[in-house]
């Protein structure tokens, strides 16, 4: 997301207003320094070079905060980021999450072998198992829905991608009404489909 340029006669309020977040209303340079402990697994720029570990840059904020919130509630599970998020203020949350809605994803390359059966699913769904296409919430190129709070997964991490799927069919991963509409997609993806959608997905961007 770019930072909004302020003209240069703009009063103080004008450009305190520019450079909020608009869908967290966080700082992204406050952001930057709170944001330094996530570099250890989300690398510098919240770019993972750990494939366990998912790639933050360039995430809607809006997702990025709920996931944060979710993760201090412990309505989602996860030991290392539940500890992380425990000690964060909601001003914490919104300014980290506008740090790395701003930072630009690197790109990856995904499997030839995927495409054949993952760019229909992604592109087109499948009507006949009630399957949507993963473009119409993500996107044709994966970069989400921000103010929807519809994530990122363009260039993702296969292996976190395919961890996540796994988790939603699994019905481990449900948080909120997006969660809850990926796990009844998930729940009708095959093994295959999965590892297929995962390896594709890495490549759109």
């Not at 933050?56 to 309505?75: C, P, R, T, V, W």
């Not at 539940?82 to 994803?105: E, G, R, W």
């Not at 929807?148 to 292996?159: C, E, L, V, W």
Request: glycine share 10%; aromatic share 6%; net charge positive.
């Amino acid at each position: 997301m770019a930072l909004v340029l302020v003209a240069p006669f703009a009063s103080a309020s004008a450009q305190e207003a520019g450079s909020k977040d608009p869908f967290t209303q966080g700082d992204a340079t406050a952001g930057a320094t709170k944001a330094a402990a996530c570099v250890a697994c989300h690398g510098p720029g919240g770019n993972s070079a750990m494939p366990d570990w998912p790639k933050l840059a360039g995430q809607g904020s809006n997702y990025i905060a709920h996931q944060l919130k979710a993760f201090k509630s412990g309505e989602r599970k996860d030991p290392v980021m539940t500890a992380q998020a425990a000690p964060l203020s909601d001003a914490d949350i919104a300014d980290i999450s506008a740090y790395f809605s701003q930072q630009k994803s690197t790109p990856a390359a995904g499997s030839k072998d995927a495409v054949a059966v993952a760019e229909p699913l992604f592109r087109a769904g499948d009507a006949a198992r009630g399957i949507p296409a993963c473009a119409s919430c993500h996107g044709p190129k994966g970069a989400g829905n921000p103010a929807a709070g519809y994530p990122r997964i363009g260039s993702q991490h296969a292996k976190y991608t395919a961890k996540q799927l796994t988790a939603y069919r699994a019905g481990e991963r449900k948080v909120g009404p997006t969660g809850q509409m990926m796990a009844a997609v998930a729940s009708k993806l095959t093994d295959d489909e999965i590892q297929a959608l995962a390896s594709y997905i890495t490549g759109v961007q």
